[in-house]
């Protein structure tokens, strides 16, 4: 069969939605001539979307495209095992988007020869093609707003991802690129150094099989660009290298949540954070042992909610230097860390709204806290649940005008030995008068002996051990 278009030069001038026949009726293996060159929005949209018979498509000569020209062209044709030579570099706004949507039998993808994108151009292209084991070159390094969103998402036999040579990235434009591609073991590198909101957002989620990621240079953030990235790589070993010392919103959000093989986290240097840049980033890295040193003094709202959340193996906290709290700057932080025996020493003197809400919750193994304020905000829920399922004895250093008669899940934890002996105002004596038989802590509360260097606490005094 061969469709005749309405003029004599083979164009198609109007809106067709030629669909090829209702999905269950579509029992056609071959397709009919499709000769035009110069196309019209939508006019081949969703054509043999449902032809589970079809194996060999048409020839789609046209080397410029409009609006959703091929828009779910072929969506769920299970038997297709061979795609059309796309021979145009002239794109349109989401062009191909769903154009090979659950080929189950397509093993390779046509040659992509368009340096240049368009939004969504891509977008769900090859989205659940379980066959593919490939993937065609991308070439552009000019990107437009999700150009690249979702375009392999579910292609559980592609084994590598193509080079991505753009290094100035727009909003979504990788977004869910690879999630749930199950078999992809090998990323090239990512040269990107200007991100965007979303740029890589949940970008290989559900990655299992990959092991290693590329290191990520970009060193000023934007909104969520990298949230979610590698969200459940349950195979992941060894994170990429972090550079940025700029955070932005949500920035890191998820980023490694679900990395269960994970046990060294990368370096964080930065110093600037911005409202949730680090939320629930190691979330259920269940074997996760070493936090990250977290040097930043000047908190943001939300900044490390959940950082660590049931990070079941993590067994020392990371210093918290800040002395001035937002609002949820640790809420839920070590939430469910159930190897966790000492809590960070928390300087500051004053709480902020649930600034400590169930910091330490279901933290079974926890039996030492040491505080710094001197007066508890209820009002503000700062210490809500704070030490539920704690260990049930254990030490609760404060200061001597902290009220310590309120023992609950929301303030000194039951069954607590109190220790108000530790002026943290006390100067520090810059002297070797110190017991060095004697008990002795650092400013975390841990335990430690002479040959520990720096500044140590006996009897309620402060000493500089050098």
Same mark, same amino acid.
């Given at each position: 069969?061969?469709?005749?278009? @309405? ?39 969703? /054509? ?24 779910? /062209?072929?969506?769920?044709?299970? @038997? ?64 437009? /707003? ?31 690129? #690879? ?11 990512? $040269? ?23 290191? $990520?240079?970009?060193?000023? $953030? ?5 949230? +979610?990235?590698?969200?459940? &790589?349950? +195979? ?17 959000? =998820? ?29 259920? &890295? ?28 993590? !067994? ?15 809420? @839920?932080?070590? =939430?469910? &860390? ?6 960070? #020493? ?13 910091? #330490? ?22 210490? @809500? ?21 309120? !023992? ?38 841990? =335990? ?19």
């Amino acid at each position: 069969m061969k469709i005749v278009c @309405k003029n004599t030069n083979n164009n198609l001038s109007k809106q067709i939605f030629l669909l090829f026949l209702p999905k269950h009726q579509c029992s056609q293996t071959t397709s009919p001539e499709l000769p035009a060159t110069t196309l019209a929005p939508r006019c081949y949209a969703q /054509m043999f979307n449902g032809c589970t018979e079809l194996t060999v498509a048409p020839k789609l000569p046209a080397i410029a495209l409009e609006f959703r020209c091929y828009n779910g /062209m072929f969506m769920s044709c299970n @038997k297709l095992a061979v795609a059309p030579i796309l021979p145009a570099t002239d794109l349109a706004d989401y062009c191909y988007s769903y154009m090979f949507y659950g080929c189950g039998s397509l093993t390779s993808a046509p040659k992509l020869l368009a340096t240049t994108m368009k939004a969504g151009c891509y977008y769900y292209m090859f989205s659940r093609c379980t066959g593919l084991t490939s993937t065609p070159e991308l070439p552009a390094e000019t990107l437009a /707003m999700g150009c690249y969103m979702q375009m392999f998402s579910g292609c559980t036999g592609l084994t590598a991802a193509p080079v991505l040579p753009a290094t100035t990235l727009v909003k979504n434009c990788y977004a869910q690129m #690879f999630e749930g591609c199950i078999g992809l073991t090998t990323i090239s590198k990512l $040269l990107a150094t200007t991100q965007a909101e979303t740029s890589c957002y949940f970008m290989f989620s559900g990655c299992t099989s990959l092991e290693t990621a590329p290191d $990520l240079p970009a060193e000023t $953030l934007e909104i969520s660009c990298y949230e +979610g990235m590698f969200e459940s &790589c349950t +195979g992941l070993t060894a994170a990429p290298k972090l550079s940025a010392t700029q955070m932005a919103t949500h920035c890191y959000d =998820r980023m490694f949540a679900g990395c269960t093989k994970l046990t060294v986290s990368p370096e964080l240097p930065a110093m600037n954070l911005a409202e949730g840049c680090y939320c629930w980033m190691f979330w259920n &890295c269940t074997g996760l042992e070493t936090a990250p040193v977290l040097p930043a003094t000047t908190l943001a709202d939300y900044c490390y909610e959940g950082m660590f959340e049931d990070c079941t193996s993590l !067994k020392t906290a990371p210093e918290l230097p800040a002395t001035t709290l937002t609002i949820s700057c640790y809420y @839920k932080m070590f =939430r469910g &860390c159930t190897e966790l025996k000492t809590a960070p #020493f928390l300087p500051a003197e004053t709480l902020a709204e649930t600034c400590y809400k169930e910091m #330490f919750y279901d933290c079974t193994h926890l039996n030492y806290i040491k505080v710094n304020f001197s007066a508890w905000n209820d009002v503000g829920y700062s210490t @809500k649940d704070w030490v539920a399922n704690v260990s049930a004895t254990g030490t609760f250093a404060c200061p001597a005008g902290l009220n310590t008669t309120l !023992k609950d899940v929301s303030h000194v934890p039951v069954g607590w030995m109190v220790d108000p002996t530790v002026d943290f105002h006390t100067p520090v004596v810059d002297n070797n008068q110190f017991d060095p038989k004697g008990i002795m802590y650092n400013l975390s509360g841990q =335990r430690v002996d002479e040959s520990y260097k720096g500044i140590i606490i006996q009897n309620g005094k402060k000493y500089l051990n050098r």
